[in-house]
């Protein structure tokens, strides 16, 4: 069974880079065919997709985030992370970590981790 | 337009049937995938493609399209269906995703 899991600092002070991994069970992220994902959702709110990275393969980020976000994976480990540089508290949200596919959107989450910027 | 729109709200009454709706110009393209959220849980994609369920979900919910329209239907509501619902697609360039902000779906 597919699982994913979010880890990282709960609390980020402001102006600093909030750095995330999500660790994969169940599949290898080198197999391909997916693509890794990370999502976020502010407090009692919807949902905003950050970015993709395919393994061997591009990625691409949401133009509110591009100059910002940096999304990277490491098959080895079978984790895939996320850095977010420059926080301000409107980067205060739940990160989710997601399996996704083209024909499909996305069918494996991660519990979410919330993330806290603080000043 | 690089967005997808949802009603905030919806109501129904237990055992009847509902429609949650998504509308953007992607959507005219490429097919929407549906999630259900409930407080504290993560989202559960519970539609994909043209009409498809992933293993596990009851067949209460099926899923439509029409031009720049997708729906989400659930045929005889239960109670354990009231949820956030929120709709993804890709936008016009087919790299980037977009998502609906989301429709509360209560049951009477």
């Known amino acids: 069974q597919v699982q994913l899991q979010e880890s990282g600092p709960g609390l980020v002070k402001s102006s600093q880079t909030l750095s995330l991994t999500c660790t994969v069970s169940?599949?290898?992220?080198?197999?391909?065919?997916?693509?890794w994902s990370w999502i976020r959702q502010y407090p009692g709110k919807g949902l905003e997709w950050i970015g993709n990275?395919?393994?061997?393969?591009?990625?691409y980020h949401t133009s509110s985030l591009k100059s910002r976000v940096s999304i990277s994976l490491d098959a080895s480990k079978n984790q895939f992370s996320l850095k977010l540089s420059s926080v301000t508290a409107a980067d205060t949200a739940i990160y989710y970590c997601?399996?996704?596919?083209?024909?499909?959107?996305?069918?494996?989450w991660g519990q979410g981790t919330p993330v806290t910027v603080s000043s | 337009s690089s967005e997808l729109t949802q009603d905030p709200a919806v109501s129904v009454a237990l055992g009847h049937t509902v429609r949650i709706t998504c509308q953007g110009d992607?959507?005219?393209?490429?097919?929407a995938s549906w999630y259900q959220q409930k407080p504290g849980q993560a989202p559960l994609l519970v539609l994909y493609?043209?009409?498809n369920r992933p293993s596990g979900i009851p067949d209460r919910f099926s899923a439509s399209s029409s031009g720049n329209t997708a729906s989400l239907t659930i045929t005889g509501a239960q109670a354990e269906d009231e949820a956030d619902y929120y709709c993804?697609?890709?936008?016009?360039?087919?790299?980037?995703?977009?998502f609906g902000g989301g429709t509360r779906m209560t049951v009477l």
């Open positions: 997601a399996r996704g596919r083209t024909s499909t959107g996305f069918d494996y």
């Open positions: 169940g599949y290898s992220i080198s197999s391909g065919g997916y693509f």
């Open positions: 990275m395919f393994h061997n393969g591009p990625t």
């Open positions: 992607s959507l005219r393209k490429y097919f």
């Open positions: 493609g043209n009409d």
């Open positions: 993804t697609s890709r936008d016009n360039s087919g790299n980037h995703w977009l």
